[in-house]
């Protein structure tokens, strides 16, 4: 980008960069707030929770990166956060596990040491340090006081945790068997039979979450059918799954659709299949149409279309530099182009 050289203008008021900067607050009002409530005799652990809830939304912005909060934030809110674990509140500890895990990143390093003297012994030897740790740690404190959601995002991390975490999740998941009506539950326990080394034992899992409605384990119904995981090779079942699955707006089922018709030259069928995997959530989906609309492959070329799933694509954090290099072109001047750099 080209620098900005044009002379000062003396009857020009407009407040210059740094003044706009200047003028930007230096905390927020719930920021203040936390800091009030914790500094009280006896903090409202459902005030506490519902300041920090605000806090972070400002802290995934950018808000802490940007300088806009200050260096010690993170700190107020772990303080104010543990505060309201502490006090019985599941919710509070669902909160901490987004902190630690998927928005650890927007605290930028500043997270203090949430993990000395929490209150319980963990069944699991997975480090706080690493992320799946912490988020383990979070999850099992919100289950023990009976929360559902935290016992199911408990399974679907331990997946990426230790053998200890996973039977540790199957422990956590017995109790809501029975009342499964989505069939999610059983859908965690068939991954994590899986992840322990036991397909045999995952299949009638699936088998009923799938006959409760449940998309995800359709899927995994179409994997093993297709490539014969704990079952004979059958096609025919398991395109019976993913069309199932993809009735079911699954995004992996609708984006292996438009793969198979992209590979069968239908290219226009292809993008259709893209358009609703990439509305479900597909990041891969959004990233095959833009390139297909940026290089004609198989329609024509369409630089508003491309330009489009480009920037879906980037929203979604999908790295379209890299993209853009491994299909041979300079990212920077295609970027330009399209209204990206």
Known sequence: MMADRRQADPDDHRPNYRDRVNALPATSAPLD?????LDAPAPDPVRLETLGRR???????????????????AALL???LRTAAAAARASSWLLLADCVGPHRAEFAGTWPDLFDGWPSRYAFGDPPERPVGAILRCLDEATRLGDRTAALRFADAARFGSAEAQRVAL??????????ADGSVRYHCGLL???LGDPAASLPYHERAAAAGNADAMFELYVYSSTGIAVDVDDRTADRWLAEAAARRHPRALFNLGAFAAQAGMHAEAVEHYKRAAAAGSERAMENLFVMHLLGDGIEKDAERAAHWMRRAQEEGVDVRAVLEGLGLDPEPTLHEHGLA
Not at 56 to 73: E, M, N
Not at 171 to 180: G, K, Q, S
Request: charged residues 25%; hydrophobic residues 40%.
């Open 33 to 37: 707030e936390l800091r009030t409530e």
């Open 55 to 73: 806090l972070i939304a400002q802290v995934v912005r950018g808000d802490l990166r940007s300088g806009i909060l200050p260096p010690d934030t």
């Open 78 to 80: 772990g303080g104010a």
């Open 171 to 180: 422990a956590h998941l017995a109790p809501l068997v029975d009342e499964d």
């Open 193 to 195: 039979h899986y992840h």
